[in-house]
T-cell receptor, first 113, second 117 residues
Framework: QQQVKQSPQSLIVQKGGISIINCAYE??????FPWYQQFPGKGPALLIA?????SEKKEGRFTISFNKSAKQFSLHIMDSQPGDSATYFC????????????FGTGTKLQVIP | GAVVSQHPSWVICKSGTSVKIECRSL??????MFWYRQFPKKSLMLMAT?????????EQGVEKDKFLINHASLTLSTLTVTSAHPEDSSFYIC?????????????FGPGTRLTVL
């Protein structure tokens, strides 16, 4: 029940295209859903996050779509660039105190010129 | 954004020795810090959660006597890998959460690459 399932495992997108990464969760207590970007040899960096009271959140080229009834959320990267090539992790947690974050398995994105 | 640093960024040690990794929140007070381990091409595995001034809470399967965690202040947590063995070689990442903007946001350090020979 604590799992966050992420797909695809890897993704190759041409420059200028749209990258889409999907995640699904089971625990209905989760109410905070961040996405992290990680470059090789570096720690993850918070990219964008959403709470279930909204269905979409956009920050620049990055958009999170959230479907509460389906318990699914996705990251869309518009106009993908080679510099976006990294591993992306979705995550989920319950708010309050020091609830731990449950991470997805990661998606390795490669944007080719 | 909030900045979390780790030191050292990489370390090589001999089997049987102990290694200490520091995690610091540079511009905010971290009420809670987390330690993760990451294997190549894998997701982050939570090892333990520590709150300032109290004992760390370890995840199931993590040896608390081997991975000593101290959260002595609101800006510093340390992970000591005791009697390190080659199988302890990994990428260790800390994260910190505090009373800034949102209590739900974890800010990650850059990670420490540990190689045990």
């Amino acid at each position: 029940q604590q799992q966050v399932k992420q797909s695809p495992q890897s993704l190759i997108v041409q420059k200028g295209g749209i990258s889409i990464i999907n995640c699904a969760y089971e625990n209905t207590a989760f109410d905070y859903f961040p996405w992290y970007q990680q470059f090789p040899g570096k720690g993850p960096a918070l990219l964008i996050a959403i709470r279930p009271d909204v269905s979409e959140k956009k920050e620049g080229r990055f958009t999170i779509s959230f479907n509460k009834s389906a318990k699914q959320f996705s990251l869309h990267i518009m106009d993908s660039q080679p510099g976006d090539s990294a591993t992306y992790f979705c995550a989920a947690k319950s708010t309050g105190g020091y609830q731990k974050v449950t991470f997805g398995t990661g998606t390795k994105l490669q944007v080719i010129p | 954004g909030a900045v979390v640093s780790q030191h050292p960024s990489w370390v090589i040690c001999k089997s049987g020795t102990s290694v200490k990794i520091e995690c610091r929140s540079l511009d905010f007070q971290a009420t809670t810090m987390f330690w993760y381990r990451q294997f190549p091409k894998k997701s982050l595995m939570l090892m333990a959660t520590s709150n300032e001034g109290s004992k760390a809470t370890y995840e199931q399967g993590v040896e608390k006597d081997k991975f000593l965690i101290n959260h002595a202040s609101l800006t510093l947590s340390t992970l000591t890998v005791t009697s390190a063995h080659p199988e302890d070689s990994s990428f260790y990442i800390c994260s910190a959460m505090g009373a800034i903007s949102s209590t739900d946001t974890q800010y990650f350090g850059p990670g420490t690459r540990l190689t045990v020979l």
